[in-house]
């Protein structure tokens, strides 16, 4: 009797507990999905994936032409965090080093400053004369645009302690943008960036270095002989004076406050950067547009604000600029105009697509704050 008494009451118990079950079930797929109308974006965050994830995804978006721009992850960043921080060398710099010995004994010395060239074979007396006038502080980098390196060592000592990067008919902001990233080059607080054609009789670098930290320059270039040909009346060497930033030109080019070519200008012939300016800088070079035209007006926006206290033109060391278009012999005869009247024209279209591409990025910006303000108004209304 108990046994038959007990047998019904067990099996109600069960029956009722999977009652309980099947219907906290329904309540918990209704709830998810009430949960899923009311959020239809899933916003993923670096802290909830695992960090290999995170590197394979990022990946995968850079491999897929059709992968969704809504997961914004930073690729170098997060497979960065799959190394503990420990071994993590984020810079590097230009020293040469040995193949042999104890790596902490390389270095005799650790230059601080960097200069680079972007030569021909046919100037080498020239480069030769510059590279003179600069000592064991400088890191020196050539770029060969004709593809003749190997002379250079047989004839100059120097050259054996050099770093020459060679690669056919490019300019220097082509070079500079491949091989001075700023993490490559951070250990240099100044980074020389001169084309060949330079007279350097009045040139010391040493004493240049001195006149810039003493004026707070972040871009600077040497004046320039103003018997020997200037573009710009803002470039040309004045007598008796340390440095000048400011200069008077046509009366229509000059604004308040002073902008290029008035103030806040150096040109692109051998311009001076700071550490911090040139990591703006080269985000700025573009790819395509490797003659730099356009770009020494559009410096003032690597320096803080007023740009024409921290960009200037140091006149006690000054330079010859000798106007030897070495480049246009690179170029290519085309449609009856001469390799130098191909690459001229090409200078001048990429000024154009500079300014056009800076203008319309700068439009796109200020209307996304605009957007985003107007956002921000909406949600605390």
């Not at 100037?123 to 060969?144: E, G, M, P, W, Y």
């Amino acid at each position: 009797m108990g046994i038959l008494s007990r047998s019904p009451t067990k099996c109600r118990r069960s029956e009722d507990h999977g009652m309980k079950l099947l219907a906290t079930a329904l309540f918990s797929v209704t709830f998810g999905i009430l949960i899923g109308l009311s959020f239809p974006s899933l916003w993923i965050t670096k802290g909830s994936l695992p960090k290999t994830l995170l590197c394979s995804v990022a990946l995968s978006q850079i491999d897929s032409d059709t992968a969704a721009p809504t997961l914004a992850i930073d690729n170098s960043k997060a497979c960065a965090e799959r190394l503990p921080p420990g071994i993590i060398a984020s810079e590097s710099d230009l020293y040469l080093r040995r193949l042999w010995g104890n790596p902490e004994e390389d270095l005799k010395n650790k230059p601080r400053y960097l200069v680079t060239f972007t030569v021909g074979y046919n100037q080498r007396h020239n480069i030769d004369a510059c590279i003179k006038k600069f000592s064991d502080s400088f890191t020196i980098v050539l770029f060969h645009y004709d593809g003749r390196v190997s002379e250079w060592d047989d004839e100059f000592e120097w050259s054996k302690n050099v770093i020459h990067i060679s690669v056919l008919k490019q300019t220097k902001w082509w070079y500079a943008k491949r091989f001075l990233h700023p993490d490559i080059i951070a250990r240099y607080d100044y980074i020389f960036i001169w084309d060949e054609d330079l007279g350097v009789d009045h040139f010391n670098a040493e004493e240049y270095v001195h006149m810039v930290k003493k004026h707070g320059l972040e871009i600077s270039q040497p004046g320039l002989d103003p018997e020997k040909g200037c573009t710009w009346q803002i470039t040309k060497r004045r007598k008796h004076v340390e440095v000048h930033k400011e200069t008077d030109e046509k009366l229509e080019w000059c604004s308040n406050p002073p902008r290029p070519p008035c103030a806040a200008f150096v040109e692109i012939m051998a311009p001076v950067f700071s550490r911090d300016a040139w990591r703006c800088v080269w985000h700025m070079i573009q790819n395509d547009l490797i003659h730099g035209w356009g770009l020494d007006f559009a410096l003032r926006r690597c320096v803080e604000e007023p740009a024409y206290e921290k960009i200037g033109i140091v006149d006690s060391q000054w330079i010859v600029h000798q106007f030897i278009p070495s480049l246009g012999s690179q170029g290519k005869e085309k449609n009856g105009k001469s390799p130098l009247e191909g690459v001229r024209d090409r200078c001048h279209m990429e000024w154009k697509m500079f300014e056009s591409r800076l203008d319309n990025a700068e439009k796109d910006y200020y209307k996304s704050l605009q957007v985003q303000s107007q956002s921000k108004s909406t949600t605390f209304q």
